[in-house]
């Protein structure tokens, strides 16, 4: 529908990670505006709304009310909403939200100079897609605007970055985001949230925290006999902004240096150098029962005496509590 825009990103801001049921509530009710929902665990959603503005009569803006107003009502969670022609600006436009401003809805009109206007000043790592290395590399070569980005030539672009990437960051500089929003029916999860005292600098104290939170979810799932197909990292920065990652794991698991290795592996690729982190979440996603998965055998005696300890472990848990046992590094959060 040209020049009306029509994608929501919605991010819901409950108190900590969202409960597994609110968030799927929260879904639902997405679902009464538009079937057009594409889940984004742990806290957020896209939404097509094309096909009910004129069943509501009323612009994509006012259905993000519409949104806001029900998700409040029933189930006091808040939400920031970007509206926009395509995904990328519509999260874009949701991050945009000044700090200290929960509940806001921002729209990008789907208009060239609006969107070129939006987008002009923003740093590379604004595009979502753009990690920290490619917006270094980029800024190395002079490009450290969205703007400079979209004025660059493409062959330029290809030359810093390569062919497939130059292509991709030459149309996200210029607004385009050919990805559509699809349906998707969310994996069961579980979650869970460690909250600095103090915004946190030390890269040492937040890799204590994601170990902290594998330990506990590696037991959560071991103990309620299930495995995890994904791992999901988010990261909240003390201007109220986030940044998710997933990691899909070699094979389906409950085993906790595997999700610890897995969560700091997605913390170390965000190239967090000089980050203000207010809190950092883990979420293991596409849970299945653990009886219904086959193990990749190893001949590896390290890995099979670390998977007897754990057992070793579990067991001492189930008998003198969670506390009985926890690994070297582990954050106190007493």
Known sequence: MGGVA??????????????????????????????????????????????ALRYFGRDAAGLAEIVRVRALARYGVDCTVGVAANPMLARMAAHDSPPNTPGTVRTVPDDPDAVAGFLARKPPIALPGVGA???????????DSTERIAAA??????????????????????GIDPAPVTPNAPARAMGAEHRFDRDELDPVRRRRALLTLADELGIRLRTSGQIAARLSLTVRYADRSSTTRSRTLTEPTGHTPVLTATAYALHDALGLQRARVRSV???????????????????????????????????ARARFGVSAVRPAGFLDVA
């Open 281 to 315: 979440s883990l979420r293991a996603e596409g849970l299945m029962s653990a009886e219904l998965a086959s193990h990749q055998l190893s001949f590896d005696a390290a890995e099979d005496k670390a998977r007897r300890a754990e057992a070793a472990a579990d067991r």
């Open 133 to 143: 290395a490619t917006a270094r590399a980029l800024c190395a070569y002079g490009l």
């Open 6 to 51: 029509h994608v929501l990103y919605v991010r819901f801001q409950g108190e900590g990670v969202l409960a597994e049921d609110v968030y799927q509530g929260l879904l639902a009710l997405l679902g009464e505006v538009t079937p057009v929902v594409e889940a984004l665990p742990p806290d957020a959603a896209l939404a097509d709304v094309r096909g």
């Open 153 to 174: 030539p493409l062959s330029t672009l290809q030359r810093i970055l390569g062919a497939a990437a130059a292509r991709r960051v030459h149309a996200w500089a210029h």
